[in-house]
């Protein structure tokens, strides 16, 4: 290992500019003669709109431009799209409501656009917006999943019958019910994976201009896959030609799947940056973010988990009511589908699964990924199970995990996926070490002298990564694959420019991607510099999502510098009047074979470039090449996550005082950014087991909409997280990489309400896991014990 | 988001004079907290004009108030919806019955209001403190008003 090689702990390069307030971010770019958008939203859920009326509007100061539904439809802009097809069980597609930018006839959720004002400044746009008066014959509304397929619930879209977008299953549902008539023991639980408000730090932001001499679009955003906005933007909504629609995503300050999807804001401000000839800027507010960023979760489940006698997993049956919104976001397809059932045999040799799934409209904002996917909705589901399980039947967790592991590899689940590399008692023994779990009863007892009472939970989570086999996912309705690209410039002096098509929003990409050239050509790593997130620049790539970039992302790299490297050889080799067959390349150094003769990295670079010692009939000039590449199959980090809690008896306030993480994914490129990618993965899942719920009133009202009532978590509801790794390299890409972005979000939440479950001796809580929610069920436990004695 | 209320008030006057007082729009006027229009569309309907601050929402609220339910003059159900533009919407009624007691007369109100919009995400949390004092002041107003002075 080289000083900024793999699996050097670099600082990261990106930092200086953050750190010193010299990032720029959408909201940065200031354009000559530019405007600010300023939506008018709906306050009901679910609403006929009477009438817009823009008059009054439309004579306040600054106003250049007051648009609606209607102008959008007689501009023939395209809706916006959901680009995976599911199909329900009886084989017919799944049901997609049109989704136009701005609403028209109807508003579907609080804060659905009805028009939008274009006006010079903020304030000016703000103030007129107050004065469109919009006529609203408001509807009833559902806004909780488990409701909206019921007979007299609204139906929120024409044609879509019990706001049912399709109704989808897998696995094999028969052989499942013979596995639970054959079982010793059932384990039954109903979860409510509660909804959460993403909150990334920057707002979505949008900034879209037009140039009539060259009939081009240029839009800034705050996204994580520019070149996948483009195309939809494009193709589906019909802006403009790809070829002629430029999109930038510069500094981005957090997405974790909230900035994947194509939003109405954006293709607004295209629109009317085209109809107004100015450039038009839009920026969300905080309040604005929690109405209109895609949500996440959001299911209802019952799942069942059968047992043999030697407390052996026979089966599992899971039936889940996913909600996706008002309408459907990008991908929201797919989450409670394939990112979520096919993950549901967790760590274990399952041999029968069978889940079924429902996707519901409802009056709230759509609901898409959000760090992890369905999968931490799937780790839920099998790390409760399995725990209440292990403690129905009397047994003890750790070991009723290692009974039931996967030990032989590859392993063909029931759900689809195939693991391929994994070593899960290891990551359970090291975590076991960390937690020091056979001290646990001490301190319990310890605990209880002080009226507190202690648990431990553990989550041994799997996780399907390096999104994705474009054959894989294109065979399971994908409408597109899901590659990676890359090309490698190098300079005549040597210096090497990587192009991306992954996209950094805080992952630390200028870092390990360089980390990885510097160690394959051996050069300095301040002589590398990594560029993403301009369609101009940059080729078509897929962007950052389902901890890709790694595992699909470098490995498209790597790729390409093997590419460069064959070329530099035949450089080499004619500088050297050498056989190409007798030069090496080590550290940065090119070297015939047996002899003494050398050409440094620079001088082979320079030559490709002045190409004397060549024809061009003998040998291309220049030094520069471009890999796509496909996976060829999903990684699978996986690990073991031991949460030990605190939880007062008297007030029901958990404080977590232990955290063990021991994380498999594969080859490390920058321990310190992996530590920094757990360490967020892990307050994020905690925050959804103790704090954050996005939570909808009877009429579609979102009560918990700003962070006076919606709790994000902070450094002190957090312990100091104890971190080790196992490895096991993936073998399904050229680096072993599996990825680390979304682990501890996954494995979290079940590691948290394990822990308290086991403090409070009942099973019977749901998420977030308030002081409140957790004295209650206290309460209930307490009543149901006094009534039993 | 929904809420209720409930509270009574004894005033000095008779129920007769109550009862009037309750349908002057001039009363109504002074009494309502923000209130700065209510004009007299019909002997059962007013349009108004509010002004409202709840936590960070200030916001005029405009729109039209129903009597309905008339018995006098033992009491009426007076409703209303008022379009607060961004701020979002509020809407909801009271039931108002009058009786006889200790000389006086004993108000007694029942209250369901419905919020919508930047109130309800913002200030979902004050609300029921802030219609509570809004009712309080009302009253305090109203029994100013029926006392004379």
């Not at chain 2, 349009?47 to 006098?72: C, Y």
Request: aromatic share 6%.
């Amino acid at each position: 290992m080289t000083a900024t090689g793999i699996g050097a702990a670099v600082r990261r390069k990106e930092d200086i500019r953050f750190i010193t307030g010299k990032g720029q971010y959408t909201d940065d770019v200031v354009r000559p003669g530019e405007t600010r958008a300023v939506f008018v939203r709906s306050p009901h859920a679910h609403a006929k709109i009477k009438r817009i009326d823009t008059a009054e509007a439309a004579r306040m100061p600054g106003v250049v431009a007051i648009l609606t539904g209607a102008d959008l439809a007689n501009d023939k802009i395209g809706n916006l799209i959901c680009g995976w097809m599911i199909h329900s069980k009886d084989g017919s597609p799944m049901k997609m409501a049109p989704h136009p930018a701005i609403a028209s006839g109807k508003v579907n959720h609080v804060g659905d656009a009805v028009a939008v004002v274009i006006a010079e400044t903020r304030a000016q746009g703000r103030d007129a917006a107050d004065k469109v008066k919009v006529d609203y014959e408001e509807l009833p509304a559902v806004a909780d999943p488990a409701k909206a397929q019921a007979k007299d619930a609204p139906q929120i879209h024409a044609d879509i019958p019990n706001n049912t977008i399709y109704q989808w299953s897998l696995g094999d549902e028969k052989a499942v019910g013979d596995a639970f008539r054959g079982a010793k023991h059932v384990t039954r639980l109903d979860i409510v994976n509660n909804r959460l408000v993403p909150n990334a730090i920057e707002p979505r932001a949008a900034l879209a201009e037009y140039d009539a001499g060259t009939d081009n679009l240029t839009l800034w955003n705050t996204s994580q896959n520019p070149h996948v906005a483009r195309l939809v933007i494009s193709a589906f909504v019909g802006i403009a030609p790809e070829h002629k629609l430029r999109v930038i995503a510069p500094d981005v300050g957090g997405g974790f799947g909230s900035k994947i999807f194509i939003y109405p804001e954006e293709v607004v401000c295209l629109w009317a940056a085209r109809k107004t000839g100015r450039p038009v800027k839009w920026t969300a507010e905080r309040s604005e973010a929690f109405l209109t960023d895609a949500h996440g979760r959001d299911h209802v489940t019952h799942a069942e988990m059968a047992f043999d006698g030697d407390g052996k997993i026979l089966a599992l049956r899971a039936k889940t009511i996913a909600n996706l919104g008002a309408y459907m976001s990008t991908f929201s397809s797919s989450i409670p589908t394939y990112l979520y059932a096919t993950l549901l045999s967790g760590q274990y040799g399952i041999p029968q699964i069978y889940c079924e799934v429902d996707a519901v409209y409802t009056n709230t904002v759509p609901v898409d990924a959000y760090r992890g996917a369905g999968r931490p909705e799937a780790t839920f589901v099998v790390e409760r199970l399995v725990e209440v399980g292990a403690r129905e039947m009397g047994l003890d967790p750790a070991d009723l995990r290692k009974r039931n592991f996967i030990k032989q590899f590859p392993h063909q689940t029931p759900v689809i996926m195939a693991y391929d590399a994994g070593d899960y008692n290891a990551s359970l023994k090291k975590a076991m070490e960390l937690a020091d779990v056979k001290g646990f009863g001490k301190r319990k007892r310890d605990s209880a002298r002080h009226g507190k009472l202690r648990g431990l939970g553990y989550s041994t989570y799997i996780e399907a990564c390096g999104i994705a086999p474009s054959q894989a996912v294109g065979s399971l309705g994908a409408g597109v694959g899901l590659w990676e690209s890359a090309e490698v410039r190098v300079n005549p002096t040597g210096s090497v420019e990587v192009l991306t098509g992954s996209h950094a929003h805080g992952q630390g990409h200028e870092t390990t991607f360089a980390q990885l050239v510097s160690e394959r050509l051996g050069i300095p790593f301040e002589n590398i510099s990594v560029l993403h997130g301009d369609t101009d620049k940059v080729q078509f790539g897929m962007g950052t999502y389902g901890s890709r970039s790694g595992a699909v992302g470098m490995s498209a790299i790597a790729q390409a510098l093997d590419k460069v490297i064959a070329k530099a050889k035949k450089v080499a080799a004619f500088m050297m009047e050498a056989s190409e067959g007798d030069i090496e390349f080590k550290d940065g150094k090119f070297t015939v074979a047996g002899t003494d003769k050398s050409a440094a990295w620079d001088d082979v670079a320079l030559n490709a470039y002045i190409a004397h010692k060549f024809t061009g009939a003998e040998l291309e000039p220049g030094l520069k090449e471009t890999s796509f590449y496909d996976p060829t199959n999903f990684t699978f980090p996986a690990g073991c996550h031991i949460c030990e809690v605190e939880v007062d008896s008297e007030t029901g306030r958990t404080e977590i005082v232990n955290w063990t993480a021991v994380d498999d994914f594969g080859t490390v490129i920058n321990p310190m950014i992996v530590e920094g990618q757990v360490h967020g993965g892990i307050a994020q899942g905690v925050g959804q087991a103790l704090l954050e719920g996005a939570v909808y009133d009877k009429d579609g009202q979102l009560v918990s909409g700003s962070f006076m009532d919606y709790s994000m978590p902070r450094a002190h509801d957090l312990p100091s997280f104890k971190l080790g790794l196992t490895e096991t390299k993936s073998p399904s890409n050229p680096l072993g990489i599996k990825g680390c972005g979304e682990a501890g979000a996954i494995a979290a939440p079940a590691a948290v309400i394990n822990a308290i479950t086991d403090a409070i001796g009942t099973e019977q809580i749901s998420m977030p896991a308030t002081a409140q929610t957790v004295w209650s069920a206290l309460q209930r436990a307490n009543a149901a014990r006094q009534a039993a004695e | 988001m929904a809420m209720t209320m409930t509270g009574e008030v004894q005033l000095p006057a008779a129920k007769e004079t109550v009862w009037a007082m309750l349908n002057d729009a001039n009363v109504l006027k002074a009494c309502i907290p923000g209130c700065e229009e209510l004009d007299k569309l019909s002997d059962t309907e007013f349009k108004a004009v509010a002004v409202s601050k709840i936590g960070p929402v200030k916001a005029r609220f405009k729109g039209n108030v129903h009597l309905t339910d008339l018995d006098p003059p033992n009491g009426y159900k007076i409703s209303g919806e008022g379009d607060g533009g961004v701020a979002g919407f509020a809407k909801g009624g009271a039931t108002v019955s009058l009786a006889d007691k200790d000389g006086g007369t004993l108000l007694t109100y029942n209250v369901e209001a419905q919020i919508g919009g930047k109130l309800a995400q913002l200030g979902q949390r004050l609300v029921n403190g802030a219609a509570k004092k809004m009712a309080d002041d009302f009253f305090a107003n109203f029994a100013k008003a029926v006392s004379g002075g």
